[in-house]
């Protein structure tokens, strides 16, 4: 693993374990406060790496898609026991398997707290700055008018 890869990851891990219990954020949202949101998939690989032993101290359970749902990518146990945790907590999903990000998603980290990736070298590249992001103000890979601007 790079230096960097590395930084990112405790970048994700760090911007993760600021979500409070009862909270969710998007794997955009995550990605927006690491690097930039088109980081999204990365966040989302980044926890699926997260070491046995920082199971409990990072929670991993609160970064779902921006659709509100869990993602399974190919697995089959993690996304129950996410459901799990996160029903544990009292986070509510509707009948087809969302979660209503206006009611439970995080608004980002505290405007007047520490930004936790203060001392990180992230490649050097421009980080957001701390504070909230509402849930849904991350711009779509499509952009308003669809892929080719039609």
Known sequence: ?????????????????LIPRG????????ATYVVSPRHARAVGNALKELPPERVDRVP??????????????????RPILQ???????????????RVDLAIHGWAGPEPDGDFPL?????????????????????PSRRGAKGRRGR
Do not use: C
């Open 83 to 97: 459901e799990k945790l996160l029903r544990k907590e009292g986070v509510e999903f509707d009948r087809y398997g």
């Open 23 to 30: 909270r969710v954020a998007t794997y955009a949202q995550v």
């Open 60 to 77: 991993w359970q609160r970064v779902i898609n921006s659709a509100g749902r869990i993602s399974a990518r190919g697995e089959v146990h």
């Open 1 to 17: 693993m790079t230096p960097r890869g590395q930084a990112f990851r405790e970048a994700v891990y760090r911007v993760t374990s």
């Open 118 to 138: 203060e001392g990180l070298d992230l490649d050097g590249g421009p980080r957001a700055p701390a504070g909230p992001i509402p849930v849904g103000a991350v």
